[in-house]
């Protein structure tokens, strides 16, 4: 397996010594910088193809904001997640950080299995989306010509078929992959099979998260459960109404983001759906029902 090209930005050398240091049993070839100018000329650059950023926060000249603001401003770097890594955690800043597209927010000091963590989690997430975009890519022409249909989905896999079909049907896939991914995950993990927000920060930070979840499908209580979700096409727009057999959730405190959750491997996927991938995001009752819309121009 090739190795992840990954550039570290911060204007410490103890600090670059030591993300060297703790990433050293990764398959990464890091790329480091104490200059964050020297950084962003080289990441833009012919060659700046990197799987991942890690970025320090509070840097002279060009500090990690503006860096990331750069980063995300590029449609090209639109799927490198950006791991910022900082000692500055007020709410505030914190929200900031992940409004401006930041993936993860690390607050120093933290210890290197917590970056080991997040930065396996980047690069798979990486990994999967880009895999979603590519066979929703090759379905886009023929699904256009689909007007409504519901599917029942149960499993990991399910959920993996579906998401690229899906996407196919709107204007810009790889926008729409990500949520879909995200809500209809909720509805297997959460919504059927009972995992609580707790249960999978645990699960995700062991590695433990697919493996409770093929537990729980062969659990009796759980066995037999599925969702749905139903898509419908008209002139103006393209709905997903996805819908799980559970008792649902607090909904409401997952819309936006949340400065406490920014430390949890988990907890963004919805407040990301609604403000990246979907022009609206709606929630029925308990939550077990949510209706994402995706605005698209009139034919003609």
């Known amino acids: 397996m090739s190795e992840n090209r990954v550039l570290v930005v911060d204007d410490e050398a103890i600090n670059l010594m030591l993300i060297e240091d703790f990433l050293d049993q990764e398959k990464l070839a890091l790329e480091l910088f104490s200059d964050p100018l ?16 890690v970025l320090d926060r509070m840097m002279p000249g060009i500090d990690g904001m503006e860096l990331l603001r750069r980063i995300k401003a590029e449609p090209r770097f639109d799927d490198v997640p950006v ?12 929200r900031e950080g992940l409004e401006a597209g930041a993936y993860y927010y690390l ?5 290197p299995e917590a970056l080991i963590s997040i930065v396996r989690a980047a690069l798979e997430d990486r990994r999967a989306r880009a895999s979603l975009r590519s066979r929703a890519a090759h379905l886009e022409e023929a699904q256009k010509l689909l007007l409504g249909a519901e599917y029942r989905f149960a499993t990991l896999e399910d959920v993996s078929c579906l998401v690229p079909v899906l996407a196919a049907l709107c204007p810009e896939p790889d926008r729409v992959a990500p949520g879909l991914s995200d809500l209809m995950l909720n509805a297997v ?3 059927n099979l009972g995992i609580t927000y707790r249960e999978k920060s645990l699960l995700k930070w062991d590695g433990d998260w697919e493996a409770e979840i093929r537990r729980r499908l062969d659990m009796p209580q759980f066995r037999g459960r599925w969702a749905t979700i139903r898509v419908a096409r008209d002139d103006h727009s393209i709905s997903f109404r996805i819908a799980d057999q559970g008792e649902g959730f607090d909904w409401q405190r997952f819309l936006d983001f949340d400065p406490e959750r920014a430390f949890d491997p988990n907890g963004r996927g919805i407040a990301m759906a609604r403000l990246t991938s979907f022009s609206s995001l709606a929630y029925e009752g308990c939550g077990n029902i949510v209706t994402a819309r995706v605005n698209v121009a009139p034919a003609g």
């Open 38 to 53: 020297a950084a962003w000329q080289r990441l833009s650059g012919p060659d700046g193809e990197f799987s991942l950023v």
């Open 83 to 94: 791991i910022m890594q900082t000692a500055a955690s007020a709410p505030e800043q914190v």
């Open 107 to 111: 607050t120093k000091p933290y210890a």
């Open 189 to 191: 993990e959460h919504g």
